[in-house]
């Protein structure tokens, strides 16, 4: 027969896998697995130990906002000569004192509850960052995982047209393929070069992210990452959105938000009211018998001059409280809209999963086997044939991207929900 009978290399093209649900027994096959990562992010990055370190920190305040002032002590000296260098030889008397304001009406014990709200939003906060870190590094490893398959793909064929390009070259020597043919080949295995340089830069920035996000150094080389298993969200957007009310850390930072301006506020109102402050002395006296003298005050915020303080708090911590409900309120429709286009989108990924697996895939697989049987028989073109095997190709590399948004989608649901996974 003719030249056709090389082009029989394109069987082993066509019997390329078409990619299979990924199972969840091969995740244990690579060492680079995806909690191996996350637990590495968990442990070293530097965002989230800053985040828990402002916690503890936050946690530190509690008692110093329930503490009381600092006592005073203190020495009087009473008709000291201006000449005297000793007050205690030469003054007529000597008075030696302590005293202590003592908050009155729970104003500390408020003080303290806000400052107590206030450690329970910074441990939310944390538990926030956390969570984003977790979906980073699943965004990340699946642009990671995407790059890798869509690379091995490339590989295999840039392998396959390398050998076809050669058996070409030696038939177009001989006059058994036409100019046209070699060079269709050659511009399509150019055109697969250009696809790896491409795929190697992806591959690049996101190891240098995964590096980042697990505090190693950008160099640090990554290795092959192991396959995620690839299944269906069950859950439905009715269970996503309550979940997402109950479970979101920034929800429930911002409740105790709330809790911390409503005590500095009850705290702020009850400023108003007075403190009182107990001083016990000692006299010592020159001539005569020494003497004991005890004072108790108090302060008058309700004082014209001195209420405009107060009631300025008042207003500012009331004015903090509205819009911190506000806030919330506004956080809650955005955590809502956010589920529901997570949702949507990781719904249509799956989607467009399922038809290249079960429609796509193996329908341009029987094209191509069909395209090189007409071929061989001499009722079609090499550039029809080379149009078949294009598009396999390209349904092959348009697939492995699309698990990738998938994963990155998934994870960024998960996020989105509060989950913990």
């Not at 390329?16 to 990924?22: D, K, M």
């Not at 911390?260 to 001083?279: C, I, K």
């Not at 001539?287 to 001195?306: H, K, R, V």
């Amino acid at each position: 027969m003719k030249a056709q009978r090389f082009f029989v290399l394109f069987v082993a093209i066509a019997a390329l896998y078409i990619p299979a649900p990924v199972r969840a027994e091969d995740a244990a096959d690579s060492t680079a697995s995806l909690s191996s990562f996350v637990d590495q992010a968990l442990k070293a990055n530097p965002k989230l130990q800053s985040s828990r370190t402002r916690a503890r920190g936050a946690e530190a305040r509690i008692s110093q906002a329930g503490a009381w002032d600092d006592p005073q002590a203190g020495v009087e000296f009473f008709a000291t000569p201006i000449t005297s260098a000793n007050p205690f030889k030469d003054g007529k008397e000597t008075d030696y004192f302590i005293q202590q304001m003592i908050p009155l009406f729970g104003k500390r014990g408020l003080m303290s509850d806000a400052a107590s709200a206030g450690a329970r939003m910074a441990e939310q906060n944390a538990v926030a960052v956390e969570r984003n870190l977790r979906a980073e590094v699943k965004k990340t490893y699946a642009i990671i995982f995407s790059a890798q398959r869509r690379i091995d793909v490339n590989t295999e064929n840039q392998r396959l047209l390398t050998q076809i390009v050669e058996s070409a070259r030696t038939k177009y020597s001989v006059g058994l393929v036409t100019q046209g043919d070699l060079l269709k080949v050659q511009v399509e295995l150019a055109k697969l070069q250009n696809e790896r340089a491409e795929l190697d830069q992806q591959l690049v920035n996101a190891n240098s992210m995964m590096n980042a996000l697990r505090s190693a150094p950008a160099t640090t080389p990554i290795g092959r990452v192991a396959d995620i298993p690839l299944a269906k969200i069950s859950d439905t957007l009715e269970d996503l959105m309550a979940r997402s009310m109950e479970n979101r850390p920034e929800l429930r930072g911002m409740k105790y938000e709330l809790e911390m301006n409503n005590a500095e506020l009850a705290a702020s109102e009850r400023e108003r009211l007075p403190d009182l402050m107990v001083r016990g002395m000692y006299k010592q006296m020159a001539e005569g018998t020494d003497q004991w003298a005890a004072m108790l005050s108090i302060n008058i915020p309700f004082a014209p001059w001195a209420s405009g303080k107060y009631s300025g708090k008042i207003e500012e911590n009331s004015l903090a409280a509205r819009a911190t409900e506000q806030s919330f309120a506004d956080m809650k429709n955005m955590i809502q809209a956010e589920v529901r286009d997570m949702w949507a989108r990781t719904s249509s990924k799956w989607q467009q999963i399922e038809r290249f697996r079960q429609v796509m895939l193996p329908q341009a697989e029987q094209s191509l086997q069909s395209t090189l049987a007409a071929y061989e028989t001499g009722r079609s073109d090499f550039l029809s044939l080379i149009d078949s095997y294009r598009m396999v190709q390209m349904l092959k590399m348009d697939y492995y991207m699309l698990v990738g948004e998938y994963f990155a989608n998934v994870a960024q649901l998960e996020r989105a929900t509060g989950s913990d996974q």
